[in-house]
């Protein structure tokens, strides 16, 4: 059942296309309604996102200058935070939002994809991140969206999270979730999800 989401957007995406187009949605909305909009991501990625910005904006460029869009480097961020990845990405965020208020923007809107250690599983590591996320999101006016990459992800753990979610946008479709499903039916969890049936 689609649905409006609330401020922590759990996305599972197959192709860079499809996280570009959810992060565009929210940043389009947010940068018309004066809102900060921060992209953590690879090079690449944050060349697409301002290309495409600019077929609708004209004055891209000052947004930069004037940090209300703000594109950052994915690998250098992540890589200043090695040793403890999840408190320094919240205390990150936070300095974020006192900066956006002092600097006169309503709130924030946050994309990137959550990060991975090396001395963690993969599903420990991001369970945990989305955990922290969850908490500082309550406490929180900014709009977070978590993207998942689904062929780089164990298929339990993304089940594991969409479990953890009232909303979830899948594929760059919005949805809400009505119902728990056990940890190896993931392939029939979107199937169900996306069918928009009860």
């Known amino acids: 059942m689609k649905s409006q989401l609330h401020n922590h957007i759990f996305s599972i995406?197959?192709?860079?296309k499809e996280q570009l187009h959810v992060t565009l949605q929210y940043f389009v909305k947010g940068l018309i309604?004066?809102?900060?909009?921060?992209?953590?991501?690879?090079?690449?990625?944050?060349?697409?996102?301002?290309?495409?910005?600019?077929?609708?904006?004209?004055?891209?460029?000052?947004?930069?200058?004037?940090?209300?869009?703000?594109?950052?480097?994915?690998?250098?961020l992540y890589s200043k935070n090695e040793a403890q990845p999840r408190?320094?990405?919240?205390?990150?965020?936070?300095?974020?939002?006192?900066?956006?208020?002092?600097?006169g923007f309503d709130k924030v809107v946050f994309s990137g994809v959550p990060h991975l250690s090396k001395d963690e599983k993969i599903e420990?590591?991001?369970l945990k991140y989305e955990?922290?996320?969850?908490?500082?999101?309550?406490?929180?006016?900014?709009?977070?969206?978590?993207?998942?990459?689904?062929?780089?992800?164990?298929?339990?753990?993304?089940?594991?999270?969409i479990n953890k979610h009232k909303f979830i946008i899948i594929y760059g479709e919005k949805y809400k979730i009505d119902k728990k499903f056990l940890p190896s039916d993931y392939i029939e969890a979107i199937e169900f999800i996306l069918s928009d049936k009860k």
């Open 87 to 103: 408190t320094e990405m919240i205390k990150f965020a936070k300095e974020i939002e006192k900066q956006a208020e002092k600097d």
């Open 33 to 76: 309604e004066n809102q900060k909009c921060v992209y953590i991501a690879d090079e690449k990625s944050r060349n697409n996102l301002e290309a495409e910005l600019k077929i609708t904006f004209d004055n891209v460029d000052e947004m930069i200058s004037k940090k209300q869009l703000v594109l950052i480097d994915s690998e250098l």
């Open 13 to 16: 995406f197959r192709y860079p």
């Open 124 to 126: 420990d590591e991001v």
């Open 131 to 161: 955990q922290m996320i969850d908490e500082f999101s309550k406490k929180s006016r900014s709009t977070i969206i978590c993207n998942c990459n689904e062929t780089i992800f164990q298929k339990d753990t993304l089940l594991k999270l």
